[in-house]
């Protein structure tokens, strides 16, 4: 999976995939779409106007991967919950979320959409594989869906900074973290390219 992306002249990015690298960021983004899910979303054909103003959740997901994803503003969850600072802190903490996280949510919906509806749209991978090519509009949904697609794996294989680069590379192929593995790191080099076409 060596395909990094590139800076197009005049602006975006392009990625040339092949048919196994696209099913696999597809079905990455699909099962985030999964993950991330509705929320707490006003009934439909509610008023649209009450959706606006619809309030979220105030506690944070007890998923881990969903509590990366969707981190408390404020506070330290290490802390003492007892301590009346720390109250204070978690109390602003829940009604920041209780006003946010909806739209955060929906947003994170969109750009994993945009992400699979990029890779439905390439033809058919040859032997040299399809180019993906990504406006500038795009490049950042990309960059939303694949920051939160490392965070959730991430998550999920209890990821420290201090593993990140060494230890990680040096799992056996019999370990079953492995192919996770490999997907992690995979999402990180193309997201650190998709950044660095985007920079001036």
């Known amino acids: 999976m060596a395909g990094l992306f590139e800076e197009i002249p005049g602006g975006g990015a392009a990625v040339v995939l092949d048919e196994v690298e696209i099913a696999i960021l597809r079905s990455l983004a ?7 899910g509705p929320g707490d ?7 649209p106007l009450a959706a606006l ?17 969707f981190p408390d503003a404020y506070g330290d969850p290490q802390a003492d919950p007892e301590d009346a600072h720390e109250r204070e802190v978690r109390a ?30 390439l033809a058919t991978a040859g032997e040299g594989g399809a180019v993906l090519k990504l406006a500038d509009d795009e490049c950042k949904r990309w960059l939303g869906t694949l920051n939160d697609l490392r965070l959730t794996i991430g998550t999920r294989l209890e990821v420290t900074d201090e593993d990140e680069n060494g230890e990680l590379y040096r799992l056996p192929d019999s370990d079953p973290r492995k192919p996770m593995v490999m997907a992690y790191l995979w999402l990180g080099a193309l997201q650190e390219s998709l950044v660095e076409t985007l920079m001036p």
Not at 31 to 36: R, T
Not at 41 to 47: F, I, L, S
Not at 53 to 69: K, N, Q, V
């Open 41 to 47: 979303q006003p009934a439909t054909g509610e008023d």
């Open 53 to 69: 103003f619809a309030e979220g959740p105030s506690e944070a997901p007890s998923d881990p991967a969903l509590a990366r994803l």
């Open 92 to 121: 602003n903490s829940a009604e920041f979320r209780r006003f946010t996280e909806n739209d955060l949510r929906e947003r994170k919906r969109e750009d994993a959409l945009a992400v699979v509806r990029s890779l439905d749209s």
């Open 30 to 36: 699909v099962q985030l779409l999964e993950l991330v």
